[in-house]
């Protein structure tokens, strides 16, 4: 599966999958991130990527030929399953889509900054508007972070143990049991019996009705799904 994102802060960017599951997924070649920097596509001398609304009001807005010329390139090399453009007022990143995303080829991700980006971008190029939350962040590279990171852990092969993806909350209807290591006994806070006891069927049992207790108290919309 193959990403590729673009953006002014290309920065942002070098981190967040060069650790962990995301840079293994890499490196096995089952994920490949590609962070193209949309000041290298400014159009004018001045290599600008944003300017002034129509219309007047604060702010600036990225302009379309950046934008236009990355994609166009892009395009010309492969065809894309999605092109997704992050912002606040998209639809909602869960788990469900993740799980979609993760099936897919090729899918392109753009990142808006300032006051937002030429709807004409949003009109002739984006196939999906996707958030990952009610609140509002600087650029849209953390939440393009965010969305490659929920779907490059579900992409087969990629955790080393395929059932981890499959137990984590969110995947079945429910959150996420208590999990304890060594020492069995910190200061006097102990690790329940049970789960030292060695009895499978007892600790999946008490698993089950800890997750099911702990959706009920946090998420009970789960439950009403
Ligand atoms: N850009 C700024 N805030 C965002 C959010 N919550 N989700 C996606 N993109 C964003």
């Known amino acids: 599966m193959r990403f590729d994102i673009l953006t002014v802060l290309p920065g942002l960017l070098e981190s967040p999958f060069a650790h ?118 600087s650029g849209g590279e953390l939440p393009a972070a965010v969305l490659v990171d929920s779907v490059v852990r579900l992409i087969p092969g990629v955790l080393s143990d395929e059932t981890s993806a499959l137990s984590d909350s969110f995947q079945g209807d429910l959150l996420d049991a208590p999990v304890y290591t060594r020492p069995a006994d910190w200061n006097g806070h102990k690790v329940p019996d049970i789960l030292l006891s060695g009895n499978t069927p007892e600790i999946e049992k008490w698993r089950f009705e800890q997750a099911l207790e702990r959706t009920k108290a946090r998420r009970p919309d789960l439950l009403n799904e």
């Open 20 to 137: 962990s599951i995301l840079l293994r997924a890499q490196k096995k070649g089952i994920a490949e991130i590609h962070v193209h920097n949309l000041r290298d596509y400014a159009t004018n001398k001045h290599k600008s990527v944003d300017d002034y609304p129509y219309g007047g009001g604060s702010g600036m807005v990225m302009m379309i030929e950046p934008f236009a010329a990355c994609i166009e390139k892009l395009k010309a090399e492969r065809e894309y399953d999605e092109v997704i453009f992050m912002t606040p007022d998209g639809e909602t990143l869960n788990q469900n889509i993740a799980n979609q995303l993760s099936v897919k080829g090729n899918i392109m991700i753009l990142c808006g900054h300032y006051k937002g980006i030429d709807q004409r971008v949003r009109d002739l190029y984006v196939t999906r508007e996707m958030s990952i939350g009610d609140y509002v962040l």
